[in-house]
């Protein structure tokens, strides 16, 4: 029996001046929205991987149920394919800057002029490189994202420099995830990456500047088996 959703799954198409292609953004309402209540916006790279193997739909209608998050809108943009995923989301990709603009200057204010809401909160989302992107957004924007969420990211040097960079002053809300078994992570690129002894340095460098600042390490490695089963224990922490 197919469980009948309480939300409501709804989508855009931007046609992106900054990207000069057309991009479809999908977000999920929770049950009984209405533009004059006071929201949180999610915005997830990766997001067909979140609405399907992260089964965000179901997990907001089941968290909203039992009072566990506050109202919240989960919002969804996805990539063409592996390598267009890599332009876009990694911060030395050739469309890296270009992406973030999209995001910036044309996604939020569709969302929000779509749904009539301006968001008690933004924050973002995303696994691995998404999360990369995530972190390295949120950071270069504090005052248009409030919450970071970063499932298993990829930490280079532009990753550490920008969390060195941060000060105590900064609010960003941070939940920041890695798998005890991504030591040998097989990258887009071609490498295999030890994903975990990078991101055990980004802890460090945090844990000294980051007041809001959640850290895990989980037992698994590079998957959605083990990202999706977090997501639950996240949502609650950072969209209470």
């Known amino acids: 029996m197919v469980r009948r959703r309480k939300g409501k799954m709804d989508s855009l198409q931007i046609s992106s001046n900054y990207l000069h292609e057309n991009i479809e953004v999908t977000w999920y309402l929770p049950e009984g929205f209405t533009p004059f209540n006071d929201y949180q916006l999610v915005f997830m790279q990766d997001g067909n991987d979140y609405f399907?193997?992260?089964?965000?739909?179901?997990?907001?209608?089941?968290l909203h149920d039992d009072g566990d998050i506050n109202p919240t809108i989960f919002v969804g943009i996805h990539y063409q394919n592996r390598y267009d995923r890599w332009d876009k989301y990694h911060p030395e990709g050739k469309q890296n800057d270009t992406y973030t603009s999209?995001?910036?200057?044309?996604?939020?204010?569709?969302?929000?002029?779509?749904?009539?809401?301006?968001?008690?909160s933004r924050a973002l989302m995303g696994d691995s490189l998404a999360g990369t992107f995530a972190w390295m957004t949120a950071t270069s924007f504090p005052s248009t994202f409030q919450k970071v969420i970063m499932q298993s990211p990829l930490v280079n040097k532009n990753v550490l420099i920008q969390a060195r960079n941060?000060?105590?002053?900064?609010?960003?809300?941070?939940?920041?995830?890695?798998?005890?078994?991504?030591?040998?992570?097989?990258?887009?690129?071609?490498?295999?990456?030890?994903?975990?002894?990078?991101?055990?340095?980004?802890?460090?460098?945090?844990?000294?500047?980051?007041?809001n600042y959640i850290y895990n390490e989980f037992d698994g490695n590079h998957t959605w088996k083990y990202w999706?089963?977090?997501?639950?224990?996240?949502?609650?922490?950072m969209f209470r």
């Open 166 to 211: 941060m000060k105590q002053s900064d609010q960003l809300e941070i939940y920041h995830s890695i798998g005890l078994e991504e030591t040998e992570v097989h990258t887009t690129s071609g490498d295999v990456t030890n994903f975990l002894q990078p991101n055990r340095e980004l802890n460090r460098l945090l844990s000294e500047t980051c007041e």
């Open 228 to 237: 999706q089963q977090e997501l639950p224990t996240i949502l609650k922490k």
């Open 52 to 62: 399907q193997m992260g089964r965000i739909a179901t997990l907001s209608d089941t």
């Open 102 to 120: 999209f995001l910036v200057k044309e996604v939020l204010p569709a969302v929000e002029d779509e749904l009539h809401i301006t968001p008690i």
